[in-house]
């Protein structure tokens, strides 16, 4: 099902929702526009949104201004809460029974510290927190969204779950990160093809994704992407 069209008029006052944060920051966490969004959507839905966090190590540290590995370690928990202004908790401590659902935003950290899609593809593993939790909403039929590279962590935990990332058309500017989709499907997971502004949504599985910036466009764009996302998990939530 393909939805196209961001809608306010979801009233969720009593919907708790989870948001996993990756670290602080496009090439070694979460991205900051794709996390920021997301809770600018739940709070625009009057929904009540929690961040949490794996208490861990970082892959690597990457220095923004060059693109390059720095000779440091960060703690994922401690660079999520500048995004969380603080307010975080240990992914650990996340009971899912308290929650009406899951969201993931994307950035690198979701493929370098709550998976290892960065360096192994579809042969990839998933932190065993971060397993234990979206198996957990998953079990309960809870709804579960997730953006920009964040749906491969999906592909590998949900028997054929339907995601998207976008395009598969490798070898573009507007789409650089398309041979995600084969990973997707190499793992046993549909990927379906979307614009930006679009959301998918596997209704059978309750998890919902969009494409964020695994498109390189404009920041709207993928502000309004995300809100068709946060829209359609709060859909699923009632």
């Known amino acids: 099902m393909y939805v196209a069209r961001f809608s306010s008029s979801v009233r969720t006052m009593s919907t708790k929702v989870a948001v996993v944060l990756s670290g602080c920051g496009v090439y070694d966490g979460a991205e900051v526009h794709e996390s920021s969004a997301v809770l600018t959507h739940l709070s625009r839905h009057n ?6 966090a794996p208490d861990k190590d970082q892959m690597h540290v990457v220095d923004h201004t060059a693109g ?48 290892t899609f960065a360096t192994q593809g579809a042969d990839m593993s998933v932190d065993p927190t971060v397993s234990e939790k979206i198996k957990a909403f998953h079990a309960a039929g809870k709804p579960i969204g997730l953006c920009c590279i964040a749906p491969v962590i999906a592909a590998k935990l949900i028997p054929g779950v339907e995601v998207t990332v976008g395009s598969d058309v490798e070898g573009t500017e507007t789409w650089p990160y398309a041979g995600t989709a084969g990973a997707i499907a190499a793992m046993g997971a549909k990927h379906v093809v979307t614009d930006v502004s679009q959301a998918h949504v596997d209704s059978s599985n309750k998890v919902v994704t969009t494409a964020a910036y695994m498109c390189e466009t404009d920041v709207h764009k993928i502000h309004d992407g995300i809100g068709v996302m946060v829209s359609e998990v709060l859909k699923l939530a009632k």
């Open 47 to 52: 929904a009540q949104a929690a961040c949490f």
């Open 68 to 115: 390059s590995e720095m000779a440091e370690t960060r703690n994922v928990l401690k660079e999520s809460a500048r995004i969380a202004r603080g307010k975080i908790s240990d992914l650990a401590e996340l009971p899912a029974e308290d929650f009406d659902a899951l969201i993931l935003p994307g950035g690198f950290g979701a493929a370098k510290n709550l998976s």
